[in-house]
């Protein structure tokens, strides 16, 4: 099994808040990440693909296309976005780094497993939320 | 002459806007840091001093003292905020990386130099707005 | 599955030495890590928890608990300290990178599994003596 | 299971061509990694070995001999070196990160394994082209 | 004085060779860095532009028309290609990091003279061949 | 004026302590650093030597040179020892960042000055204790 990763970034406003409980429950549990205007962070993503590479490029997948997925499905709807309020697909997701990159894996999922070589699919999504705080999606694991 | 820096970091939501102009020229002038949801990010700061080590302790500032003036003028204020919105001291401020670090360095200016060692002084301050992007204040240069 | 890690950093001496062994064992041995004047390092600590986020907060594990358990139980004990005279749970542990991320995850299993979402543990601490040498206990691997 | 890794960098030049390919396939599918004047890289490797510290050292293997045996079969023969032409192990390999990883282990593995500890083995290679790209190979995940 | 400083990268191939001396020479003072097939760098660069913010808008320089500057000089020229062969600018120029870092300076300078804020010049320019090992050029310095 | 630096590593022990004052004064001062068993860092030092290339190598310095240098004179002596026992120039000197800096660029000055090109000399040497606190000494600034 060999895995290949690309890294890419972006820059976002968001705050953490479940508005199914009171302002005060939001507060207590979330602290400051529940600021009402908002905090933001300089994201890094790490997509990691496994599987076999192909013999004739040496690829498990084209690294050129998957930063283009990456961008498509996470740069161009995130990068200087609320995330809280501007991307469509994390409508109702509270956005904890964990949750993300559960979202991020599987907005990625049928485009990445589409072009990578046979056999091989996407395998991860790490998110680092600071260069201290960091969360990954592996469902195989 | 005896450079000394603490490093320290923190992060916060803002945008660029300069309430003078049009709508149009925001738009136009700062592109999609200008959103009117926010972004965000882990900024970087560097606070540097520069002058003589006290022979008895070797110190051009002791960086304890150094840290605590940074947290009570920078991190205190500033992590998980919205510099835009929450900052006194920003307050008429685009905040652009050159005018944060601008900014910061006055701040922190008199209680740096009431700790340092004798003919030492705050020099510059570098803040990274992304690994890839960042300002330096350095007025004696 | 979501692994969530959080970072962390002490500095402090040590030397790798069999106190059962001959001192030309240790020196041949451990070379010069085997200096009885002590040397010392800059450790990095990557603490790993693994599980499922609570649906009411999308955490795994509140990161500002996981961090108070790491200055409980690692921070404090050892920062600044002499790693093989003054931690009293490394009492007898030569303090090879490999037995120190053993320790450290031991030390902490309780406190982490106590306050994770439920269906989450501690899944392993990653520790960096320097930036080029590290070593990770991952016991469910 | 206790993780030990050793990380150790060299550059060299390269190209992704396949010679059974004609250079129009050849340009479509490696793009500028194609260049027949080459390009390269400031390559970064992590070697892991995986097993459990030997009683008397605390050591799963000896980093001072893992870094003798990168140097032997990573470093000099490729450091400052054309990939496609000057390194002997790498004659007929396209040499793609995943592919370059998965012939270093071969390099290494029978010499990690017999100086590593007892029911200790080489474990995995993981190998940076860039800071955003990389591969690991790890045959038993 | 403010500082403002925008990072990018690119690898690239090349050798130190000095055509005017012999192949002996050339040996002897360049070593391994003199290998006739090639070895290569990702090369990280860091422009740093000096002045005064426009009050309008906080920018010593806008950092997206800075971005596009680097692009045009020095990524779209060098990136994935052989220094010594196939820049049209460093004919005749031994890519030694000094030297280097002293050509893309001058290469940018009109260009980034005319966009930057009134009174804003470019400053330096800093090339890190790898990262241990960089270069400035600072001509005001 | 180009500026060449070269970056090393070294890991030791120390103590802040200045033995002709009282212990009670020296642990008011130093705090945790004052420690009597030790503490230990992984040091980096960034030697730069600043003129004009030579016009038959492009280099400042020849980087091969300097870094036997910084050898001879850092990192064979200090690397894995105690910095206030073990290191002759270091005798009587209190080892804070700022000191050590001094010293080390010191140490090294005549011969980096013998060896860099014509009207080429050491610089500055910047000096970090940790990735959040270094010190540089810049005599000529």
């Known amino acids: 099994m060999i895995y290949v990763t690309r890294k890419a970034h972006f820059n976002a406003?968001?705050?953490?808040?479940?508005?199914?409980?009171s302002d005060d429950w939001n507060l207590k549990t979330f602290g400051k990440c529940n600021n009402p205007n908002?905090?933001?962070?300089?994201?890094?993503?790490?997509?990691?693909?496994a599987g076999t590479p192909d013999p004739d490029t040496g690829y498990v997948i084209d690294l050129g296309l998957l930063k283009r997925i990456i961008k498509k499905h996470i740069i161009d709807?995130?990068?200087?976005k609320n995330l809280n309020l501007e991307v469509p697909y994390l409508k109702g997701v509270i956005p904890s780094t964990e949750n993300l990159c559960k979202v991020f894996f599987e907005q990625m999922k049928s485009d990445v497993d589409?072009?990578?070589?046979?056999?091989?699919?996407?395998?991860?999504?790490?998110?680092?939320?600071?260069?201290r705080n960091?969360?990954?999606?592996?469902p195989k694991s």
Chains 1, 2, 3, 4, 5, 6 share one sequence.
């Not at 709807?77 to 200087?80: I, L, N, R, S």
Request: hydrophobic fraction near 25%; glycine fraction near 2%; charged fraction near 25%.
């Open 134 to 138: 960091f969360a990954e999606y592996c």
């Open 77 to 80: 709807p995130c990068d200087h």
């Open 114 to 131: 589409e072009v990578a070589s046979s056999n091989s699919k996407l395998y991860s999504v790490r998110l680092y939320e600071t260069e």
């Open 38 to 49: 908002w905090h933001g962070h300089n994201y890094v993503i790490e997509v990691t693909v």
């Open 13 to 21: 406003s968001h705050r953490l808040h479940n508005p199914d409980k």
